[in-house]
């Protein structure tokens, strides 16, 4: 008997959730088990249900999809999160990466191709967009040539994050400017202090003045 694979939806768009939920219910071997219209909603639901895979938007209100993906393998550690958005640039896809993304597709790709993905993510294949995956290897030869500095290790969201801890934001202020929670905002300094080697929010700011990172 084949397998049936466990698929999870997270995306804030209903009409998205609706249009994949109707084409992979009809697909054979796959099962829709949930959908989440939040990223909290989806950690949620992932540790319920199990999933074997996780369908991802990465741009949500709250805890975004890049948050939501590093929460849902801590509760879910196997399972399979496919990125699924429309955006292609640095910032989304290197931090949906680092954050434990399994595969990374956009949003025009074709219905076949999604349920595909969710297949080869089962049998633990790996399936990159074409300009994604380009990115990717460009990053890995480039780093593979130099030691990188602290603060090359962060994200592009952590690096706006220490911009402004060098300008003397506070965590709420740092939230209102960049339009996230404050819980993230948190994470987000956690990590930078991690990465960075240093103490506090003061050594952070040095370094980032004395790497000329603040405006």
């Not at 929460?71 to 954050?99: C, M, N, Q, R, W």
């Not at 790709?109 to 074409?130: H, N």
């Not at 990188?148 to 592009?156: A, F, R, V, W």
């Amino acid at each position: 008997m084949e397998d049936v694979i466990k698929v999870l939806l997270v995306d804030d768009h209903e009409m998205v959730r609706m249009g994949l939920a109707a084409f992979l219910s009809t697909e054979k071997g796959i099962e829709v088990v949930g959908e989440a219209s939040n990223g909290q909603e989806g950690v949620e639901l992932a540790e319920k249900t199990k999933p074997d895979v996780i369908l991802m938007d990465l741009v949500m209100e709250g805890m975004d999809g890049i948050e939501a993906t590093k929460e849902v393998l801590k509760v879910h550690p196997d399972g399979k999160v496919i990125v699924l958005t429309s955006f292609h640039d640095d910032e989304k896809v290197y931090p949906a990466v680092e954050a434990g993304a399994f595969s990374y597709l956009l949003k025009t790709a074709r219905a076949s191709e999604i349920a595909q993905a969710v297949r080869q993510a089962y049998r633990g294949q790996s399936v990159f967009e074409a300009q994604v995956a380009g990115k990717l290897m460009s990053r890995y030869r480039g780093d593979s040539h130099r030691h990188k500095l602290p603060h090359e290790q962060c994200t592009e969201r952590e690096l706006e994050v220490l911009r402004l801890i060098g300008e003397g934001r506070s965590n709420q202020e740092i939230a209102d400017e960049l339009y996230i929670g404050i819980k993230t905002v948190k994470t987000h300094v956690s990590n930078i202090l991690s990465k960075l080697g240093v103490e506090d929010r003061t050594q952070a700011a040095i370094y980032a003045h004395r790497h000329g990172l603040c405006r």
